[in-house]
């Protein structure tokens, strides 16, 4: 009797779980919240045909979660490779109840009990990270770099980054990592001592969010740290709306930030301020820097229409984030084109009737023979002025002159008796300064409104472009010729 008890206590020392502890491997699986985690348990040959199962606890009759002859039970899966001898358990919608010690567990049949070729210790955690993370401001269209720190022991692990804040697919996720350096505007680079580079290029404010620096262990959960990376809008606080004209000078303010006192003032002119060209090359343009005000102001001497445009205050070559100002720039070229076309058509047209009245003044005391009106035409050549003369004089000189015309002349007229008459030539002029003037066109007038064989009114207006930026020239001359 005693001798079976003794057997009887053996046999159950030899199958109990406990015991079995003691001598059979511990298995490590982690987890995350809301996620699942995998069970694989190995086993001898031999064993290939026996059903397995997952228990937990000391494996009672209710501690058994599920075996292969059920293949699916709740939130349980299991399969079995019977090639390699494993068969794995799937736990899906982890909770933290799920933490805990596990068993792997073949049934054996007859008298002898079950067999546990393993236990497992599972550690479920939370699916977020971390409690600290690293604030990293940067601004649109800039770059930013981040610097993800880990242990010496993980020199030669893979590390990765991805955006987000959940390690369960972080890896899977993963923007860049140290076997895919670069992917589009992502840079991975590893010192292999201590710390992983990310460089992240054109920036948007959709790269705005939460990144996770991860380093793959292998055997257990990963290690990570966090970073918050802001993208300001890269826009300036101040902007500005200018309106001048043509040939005017006009004044920019630029206020910058007073960090940017000791930097290199400028002005550009583009659509972006990343892809504008410097001013500061063009003669027209000077600057003034006021350090007391942090401001700056740039002058134009002499507006052009090209001039129009946006323009952008740089105190910072690298353009980071800051308080900038921008200016939209309008140059009027129809204020000017109403001064060079309509001045000088009203003065023309006035003069004209003058001298019509002046014309029909002078027949009036001729012969009224009732000779027909012959038309001749004459042009004139307006004589040089220089661009000095065009800027200072800035009003309408008028001059006139008188002289006698011989045969040569167009209007020289024969009496009847084949005696030449005397023709008196008045000429009568006038220029004008109105501005610039684009265009070099000649018109030349004639009006006939005497009633004497000779009398002859003659127009000539002459414009003259010098070149950009000088005044148009306009010159009148009306000839006036009649019998002396």
Known sequence: M???????????????????SSKRPLIHVFGYEGREAK???????????????????????NDVLITTTEAKKNRFTISDDINKKVFTTTISNLQYSDAGKYWCG????????????????????????CDNSTKVPSSEGGSVSFTCSYESRYQNNLKYMCRGNRPSTCLQQAVVSSIKKQDTRFTLTDDKL??????????????????????????????????????KEWCCVKSNKLRSSMG????????YPPQHGANRKFLCKGDHHRNCTDMMTDTRFTLLDNVSTSSFLVMVSELAAGDSGTYWCGSDSHWSFGNYTNIQLSVDVAAFNVVVFIVPAVLVFVLIFVMVMVCKHKCHKGKATGANVETT???HKAGEISESDIYENQDVVVSSKQRKSKQQNSCSRY?????????????????LYPGHFLHSHQANLHLFSCSSPCSLLSLQIKHHCPGRFLSDLVSLSISIANKS
Do not use: W
């Not at 705005?208 to 959960?221: M, Q, W």
């Open 415 to 431: 009496d009847a008796g084949g005696a030449e008459q005397d023709l008196i030539e008045s000429s009568f002029s006038i220029n």
């Open 248 to 255: 005017h000078p006009i004044t920019m303010q630029c206020p």
């Open 2 to 20: 005693t001798m079976q008890r003794l057997q009887m206590l053996l046999f159950f020392l030899i199958a109990s779980p406990c015991f079995v």
């Open 377 to 379: 035409q004459q042009q």
């Open 106 to 129: 073949v049934t054996i049949s007859g008298i002898l009990e079950d067999f546990y070729p393993a236990e497992v210790r599972l550690q479920v955690v939370k699916d977020t990270c």
């Open 194 to 231: 201590s710390t992983f580079t990310v460089n992240i290029t054109s920036l948007t404010q959709q790269d705005s969010g939460s990144y996770l620096c991860g380093v793959h262990t292998n055997t257990g959960l990963d290690v990570f740290s966090a970073v918050d990376l802001e993208v």
């Open 39 to 61: 069970v694989s348990c190995s086993y001898d040959a031999g064993y290939e045909d026996y059903e397995k199962y997952l228990c937990r606890n000391d494996c009672g009759s």
